[in-house]
C-alpha cells in the first residue's frame, strides 16, 4: 500500500491525434500494427463512458488534486475504464529511498513487483464503505485478480500495465490515502507514458485513462525481468478486441 508525499504538477489535456505506439524504454516489441487505432478505441471508451453505464454510485478521489470526481464505466461487458491523474508509486524490489518494499501483488515467481521495472496500476484495497455490493468501484466484485491488464492512455500514448498495487485499505491509517483512490500507476509506467516519474515531484493532475480487461485470460504472467514486454505484446490484441467490441 503506498503512502507518500505527492507534488501536483500542470494538467495536460488528453488528446490522441497520432496514431497507435508503444513506446517503452526496453524496446518491447509489440504484435502487428492493430485494425484500431489508440485514437479510435479512446473515443469509444469515452462514448461509452456514460451514466448508464457507471459502475460506482458514490465518486472516487484523484490520487493528484484529491478531488472527488473520479467514476468508473463498463464500457463494454467485462471492460471497465475510469479517467484521472497519476501518482507515481515506488514500491516493490527496486530500491529507492521513498516506497516501500512490498506490494501487493507478485510476479509469477513471487517476487515483489519492482517499480523501476513493470508497469503496474493501482486500485482500491477494499471497500470503503463496507458494503457489498459496494457503492466505490471494488475490483473484487468485477474479476479483477492481480496482474490483471489494462491499456493505459496519456496524450498520444498507449501502453500496456498490470494490476500490481493497491491503495490503503480500512484497516490502515495514514495521512491522505484511502481505497477510494484511483490514479497512481508504477515509477516505469509513469515513464513509458512520458510523464515525470519521481515519487515525490512526479506525476500528472488529470488526463490519463485506465482500461481494464476483467477475466482469467487477460492476466499477464511473468517476472519483474519480462512483465512489462508482456504487457507491451498484449497491447495490440487489446485494442483490437476493444474495437470490435465498442462496434468502431
Not at 488534486?65 to 468508473?72: L, S
Not at 484521472?84 to 516506497?99: F, K, N
Request: proline share 4%.
Amino acid at each position: 500500500m503506498s503512502s507518500r508525499s505527492r507534488s501536483a504538477v500542470v494538467a495536460a489535456a488528453l488528446t490522441l491525434v497520432a496514431p497507435f505506439a508503444v513506446k517503452t524504454a526496453d524496446a518491447a516489441t509489440a504484435d502487428a500494427a492493430p485494425s484500431y487505432t489508440a485514437a479510435q478505441v479512446l473515443a469509444g471508451v469515452k462514448k461509452n463512458s456514460t451514466t448508464a453505464n457507471k459502475v460506482n454510485s458514490k465518486a472516487h478521489i484523484n490520487t493528484m488534486t484529491r478531488a472527488k470526481n473520479v467514476n468508473v464505466y463498463q464500457v463494454t461487458p467485462g471492460v471497465y475504464a475510469y479517467s484521472s491523474g497519476l501518482a507515481v508509486d515506488t514500491d516493490g524490489s527496486d530500491p529507492d529511498p521513498d516506497h516501500q518494499g512490498q506490494t501487493t501483488f507478485q510476479d509469477s515467481n513471487g517476487k515483489q513487483l519492482a517499480a523501476h521495472h513493470v508497469p503496474f496500476y493501482v486500485l482500491g484495497d477494499d471497500c470503503w464503505d463496507r458494503k457489498s455490493p459496494c457503492p466505490h468501484f471494488f475490483y473484487k466484485e468485477h474479476g479483477i485478480k492481480g496482474r490483471q491488464f489494462a491499456l493505459v492512455f496519456y496524450k498520444s500514448k498507449v501502453i500496456g500495465a498490470i494490476f500490481g498495487d493497491t491503495q490503503t485499505g480500512n484497516s490502515q491509517t495514514t495521512s491522505d490515502n484511502d481505497s477510494r483512490e484511483l490514479g497512481e500507476a508504477s515509477v516505469k509506467a509513469a515513464s513509458l507514458l512520458g510523464i515525470p516519474s519521481s515519487g515525490t515531484t512526479g506525476g500528472v493532475d488529470n488526463g490519463v485513462t485506465v482500461v481494464i480487461f476483467s477475466g482469467s485470460s487477460w492476466v499477464v504472467n511473468g517476472t519483474n525481468v519480462n512483465l512489462n514486454s508482456n504487457a507491451q505484446a498484449l497491447v495490440s490484441k487489446a485494442l483490437d478486441t476493444l474495437g470490435a467490441k465498442l462496434g468502431l
